[in-house]
């Protein structure tokens, strides 16, 4: 990720024609990957404290307190990455 991540930015500044392209299909790909660990472990220890416990910042979501809460970070998860997607799909970036 910390290459490919690399590699893009690199290209930003070597292929001005291209880039409002090149950084909406990095947005709607690496977006998924980006906030997966971020959000695992901000819902793991929101999730423990909300147990009684202190949650461990594990980067997968771990089923703590019920299977409920477990699903719930997914249907949270997957709102936001997809509105994300949308975001990037609707609205170009301009770069002077």
């Known amino acids: 990720m910390l ?7 690199l290209s930003l500044f ?15 790909v690496n977006v998924w990957i980006l906030l997966f660990i971020p959000l695992s472990c901000l819902w793991n220890i929101l999730s423990g404290l909300a147990g ?13 307190n019920s299977i409920l809460l477990f699903l719930l970070f997914w249907v ?3 709102t936001v990455c ?5 975001f990037a799909r609707k609205y170009p970036f301009h770069f002077s």
Not at 4 to 9: A, I, Q, T
Not at 52 to 64: H, M, R, S
Not at 82 to 86: E, M, S, Y
């Open 3 to 9: 290459a490919g991540s690399g590699f893009f930015f």
């Open 14 to 28: 070597t292929h001005r024609p291209k880039k409002e392209r090149a950084v909406r299909l990095f947005l709607r």
């Open 52 to 64: 009684g416990y202190w949650g461990l910042p594990a980067p997968i979501p771990l089923p703590g």
């Open 76 to 78: 949270i998860y997957i």
């Open 82 to 86: 997809a509105a994300a997607d949308l």
